[in-house]
Every structure is written in structure tokens, then in C-alpha cells.
T-cell receptor, first 116, second 114 residues
């Protein structure tokens, strides 16, 4: 299995809703990432998990709450979002090693989130 | 402050000809550079990479050139095929906190027409 699976593919939520985005991989990767991509902009890193522990939080507002329950799963819990949070949310995974392996990340197809 | 820039938002090329996609960066600490390809409704897929200690890497129809002094890299696709039509992202990698932090450019939309 060489895929990263993200669900749902599309999500519309109100500003008072609570929802979660899910990401799953079975490649044995121990680093997982959340990226946010707005239209015509580059993907921007939000969070990095390494060995199921949060390694990097790129100053993301607390209305986004990541969770890594095990080595295959990564969730992003959403609460009290704003319309400007509407974007494509991409999950990715990669190896974590003591040496650099720039084979790149494996990305999921993303969740298109619309906040109304 | 964009550390990785792709100044051409779009490029149109005839099938069979060469496509050249360009990327500039500002941070001299980047030590790997990668190109990703993205089709609509799919996530980016890794295409080719190059270490900062090299100036060229080739994989089939795809070649990446790196000019460190100019902080510039380019992706050449020869010959271009209609299936190459996609958005291409340049990304630069820096080792940070135990992982490869990737910083992406804004992308170039390539259209290959018959």
C-alpha cells in the first residue's frame, strides 16, 4: 500500500460546528504532516508528527487541533472555524531517519473544506 | 516572505517540444530541492529531486538543473506529452527539528497541447 487516504474529500461546516479530518497511511512512515493550501498559493505546513508525537506546530490557531492516535492515523479536529479557514487540507507522510532521504513526502488527495 | 518562488503561473507547450519550468529560492540553507506534480482533485506526487551538491539530475524525460550561485533551479520535460498537463510545484527542503521541512513555491500550471 503506497497511498495516503484522506476523508472526507469535501466538507462544508458552519462556524459553530465541530468536525474532524482523517488521514491514514500503511507505508510504515513515522512522520506525518498537515498542510493547508489556499487557491493559487503554495501548500503551507501546519503540523508535523514524528513517532506519534507533535514535533512542529507552525503557530497554528488553537481552533485547529491535531491528533495522532497511532502510527497509521492522523486527525485534525476543527472547532469554531472562520470562513477564511476554507482551503484544501493536505495530509502527507514520510520516513523519519537519521539520514536525509529526500524521496519526498507521499501526499493524500486532500479535504476541500468550506466554512460558511 | 516567499522563500521559494515560481514566477510563471502558467506555461503552454506543444506536444513533443521541451517544457522548462523555473524556480528561484532565497535561503542558502536549503539542501534538497524537489518537484511535485499535481492533477486536479489529487494530492501532489513526487517527481524528481536534486541535492544541493549536484547540478543535474535526470530521470527519463525529466531533468532538474540546479544553479546554486544564482539560487535557481529548473525542470526540463522532453518530449512533453499531453499527460504532463498539471500543476508543478517546486519545493525546497531544510533539515529542521529532526525532519525534512518542505517549503513550496506557488506552482506553475503546464498545459501541453497537440
Amino acid at each position: 500500500d503506497t497511498e495516503v487516504t484522506q476523508t472526507p474529500k469535501h466538507l462544508v461546516m458552519g462556524m459553530t460546528n465541530k468536525k474532524s479530518l482523517k488521514c491514514e497511511q500503511h507505508m510504515g512512515h513515522r512522520a506525518m504532516y498537515w498542510y493547508k493550501q489556499k487557491a493559487k498559493k503554495p501548500p503551507e505546513l501546519m503540523f508535523v508528527y514524528s513517532y506519534e508525537k507533535l514535533s512542529i506546530n507552525e503557530s497554528v490557531p488553537s481552533r485547529f487541533s491535531p491528533e495522532c492516535p497511532n502510527s497509521s492515523l492522523l486527525n485534525l479536529h476543527l472547532h469554531a472555524l472562520q470562513p477564511e479557514d476554507s482551503a484544501l487540507y493536505l495530509c502527507a507522510s514520510s520516513q523519519v531517519g537519521g539520514f536525509r532521504v529526500p524521496s519526498g513526502y507521499t501526499f493524500g488527495s486532500g479535504t476541500r473544506l468550506t466554512v460558511v | 516572505d516567499q522563500q521559494v518562488k515560481q514566477n510563471s503561473p502558467s506555461l503552454s507547450v506543444q506536444e513533443g517540444r521541451i517544457s522548462i519550468l523555473n524556480c528561484d529560492y532565497t535561503n542558502s540553507m536549503f539542501d534538497y530541492f524537489l518537484w511535485y506534480k499535481k492533477y486536479p482533485a489529487e494530492g501532489p506526487t513526487f517527481l524528481i529531486s536534486i541535492s544541493s551538491i549536484k547540478d543535474k539530475n535526470e530521470d527519463g524525460r525529466f531533468t532538474v538543473f540546479l544553479n546554486k550561485s544564482a539560487k535557481h533551479l529548473s525542470l526540463h520535460i522532453v518530449p512533453s506529452q499531453p499527460g504532463d498537463s498539471a500543476v508543478y510545484f517546486c519545493a525546497a527542503s531544510a533539515w529542521s527539528g529532526g525532519y525534512n521541512k518542505l517549503i513550496f513555491g506557488a506552482g506553475t500550471r503546464l498545459a501541453v497541447h497537440p
